[in-house]
């Protein structure tokens, strides 16, 4: 009986867990966003160098973990920027949030609802 109830409360922890990684993916790049509106108030240009975003607002230099894998694009010109989180463990590992700079949230590759 034991074994059973394990078996089926298994996968449900495994979703609780992964939707609470994807919640810290999210926030993080929401913050990546707000610091690269800082930067480019500052610059009149996006920056992908998390060192420069780190200077304005020091709480991006804590979004890096071993759980996620954050870059940011900027394509040439530096007028936008996308900034992505990739899922580097866990069941969902190879799982990607971008955001841009309008605030746009895109998932792919997900099996969940984060």
């Not at 810290?24 to 920056?47: D, P």
């Not at 900034?83 to 590992?93: D, F, I």
Request: glycine share 6%; proline share 4%.
């Amino acid at each position: 009986i034991i074994a059973i109830m394990a078996a089926l409360a298994l996968p449900q922890y495994t979703r609780f867990m992964e939707r609470g990684h994807g919640s810290t993916a999210k926030n993080a790049l929401n913050m990546i966003r707000k610091a690269e509106a800082t930067y480019f108030t500052l610059e009149s240009q996006y920056t992908n160098n998390f060192t420069e975003l780190a200077e304005e607002v020091p709480e991006v230099s804590r979004v890096n973990s071993l759980e996620w894998n954050y870059t940011i694009i900027v394509p040439t010109g530096n007028a936008t920027f996308t900034a992505t989180a990739n899922r580097l463990k866990g069941v969902y590992s190879g799982s990607c949030m971008n955001i841009t700079n309008d605030g746009n949230l895109t998932y792919s590759n997900i099996t969940i609802p984060w």
